[in-house]
């Protein structure tokens, strides 16, 4: 089998572009996500190994990696599990503030923490995670900009740390993707300049290959005129 390429959130709007992309290329793909139909659509593709788990349990991610560890060696990690919750700060609440901190910084943690020796016994590899535009700079929901913000810096302070194991660590920064969920509340001239999903698929699958190997400890925005 061809090393694989393990995306998180493999089911969303996101990570189907994703998984297009990487089986496009010839790898296989291991699938994770909550359990549902969409997950299970999903495997129906040739290459796709779906895995249900509850990527911010951090026990949950270990059993889910012992069935990737069962299809291969993974070759790169692509985080995109995450959540976004709109709300000002009066608005803010722990329910929140705790889901968005389990989803977006939890998932990605828990995820690199089980990727990173694996890859590492692979001779290296690459992890790319989601953050936010408004995880860097602007106006946004306080809860869920902090949260990405989180995702940022822990991508600086991965890139670093793994280094010595050859495990590059990047971020890619979207504004507004162009999904139907965003098409529901969009105006006509934010949905004309959205990024759409596959656009964005093939920057991450770059930072993936052996083409980004001196890119290591980047933000990459992708967010276009969004």
């Not at 503030?97 to 590492?120: E, I, K, M, Y």
Request: charged letters at 20%; a negative charge.
């Amino acid at each position: 089998m061809l090393r694989s390429v393990v995306v998180t959130g493999a089911a969303g709007a996101l990570g189907r572009a994703v998984v297009a992309e990487f089986l496009g290329r010839g790898l296989e793909v291991v699938a994770l996500d909550r359990p549902g139909d969409p997950l299970d659509e999903l495997g129906a593709f040739d290459g796709v190994h779906p895995v249900a788990v509850d990527l911010a349990d951090r026990a949950e991610v270990g059993r889910a990696w012992a069935d990737v560890d069962r299809l291969g060696t993974p070759s790169s990690l692509v985080a995109l599990a995450g959540g976004f919750t709109p709300g000002s700060l009066a608005e803010l609440d722990e329910d929140t503030l705790n889901g968005l901190w389990r989803s977006n910084v939890s998932s990605l943690l828990w995820c690199c923490q089980a990727a990173a020796p694996r890859l590492a016994g692979g001779g290296g590899g690459a992890i790319v995670a989601v953050g936010s535009k408004t995880g860097v700079g602007g106006a946004a929901p306080v809860a869920h900009a902090t949260s990405k913000a989180a995702v940022v810096r822990v991508v600086e302070l991965l890139a670093e740390e793994l280094r010595p194991q050859r495990i590059r660590v990047n971020a890619v920064l979207p504004s507004v993707i162009d999904t139907p969920a965003n098409r529901s509340w969009m105006s006509p001239d934010l949905a004309a300049r959205a990024v759409a999903p596959a656009a964005i698929a093939g920057v991450i699958a770059f930072l993936c290959s052996a083409d980004a190997a001196p890119i290591s400890g980047a933000r990459i925005p992708v967010y276009g005129d969004a």
